[in-house]
């Protein structure tokens, strides 16, 4: 008889990567505050002129904010960090969040680059990114004859 070694993670190694991605994913959820990553949540709305994107990220300094543009790609990353002050006394309940976040997001090629602008006020981050002057709609008058 032959015996054989039980690998319950075999199907995993096959994947590129994917052993990786599952000891990240469970390094995450015992390392992360409350077991899960923070995300901040993010609108997205496209004008005629420019995509605008919000992200809520409140007692986020400013020096600990990262906005990248690059190949397509907008990309958020950030900290909040957690600072217990010891002479407040005991803490009665943590539900927020805290540690590093990333936001990565494909970006049209309409978008002119060399125009990105971003602001940061009230612990909302507003990205503009305009469009290029051939994305734009135009509207054109048709003339008719007779």
């Known amino acids: 008889m032959t015996l054989t070694r039980y690998s319950p993670f075999a199907d995993l190694e096959s994947f590129p990567n994917g052993l990786r991605a599952f000891q990240d994913t469970m390094n995450r959820l015992f390392t992360e505050p409350n077991g899960r990553p923070w995300v901040p949540p993010v609108d997205i709305q496209e004008t005629e002129d420019a995509l605008i994107v ?6 986020v300094d400013m020096k600990d904010i990262d906005v990248r543009f690059e190949n397509g790609t907008l990309t ?3 900290e909040r960090k ?6 407040e006394g005991g803490w009665h309940r943590v539900e927020r969040s805290y540690g590093t976040f990333e936001r990565a997001f494909s970006v049209p090629e309409t978008v002119n680059a ?20 051939v994305a734009k709609p135009r509207q054109i008058k048709v003339q008719v004859a007779g």
């Open 54 to 59: 919000k992200a809520d990220i409140p007692d």
């Open 76 to 78: 958020i990353r950030g």
């Open 114 to 133: 060399e125009a990105v602008k971003a602001d940061y006020k009230n612990g909302t981050l507003a990205i503009v990114l305009p469009k290029k002057e």
């Open 82 to 87: 957690f600072e217990a002050q010891k002479n």
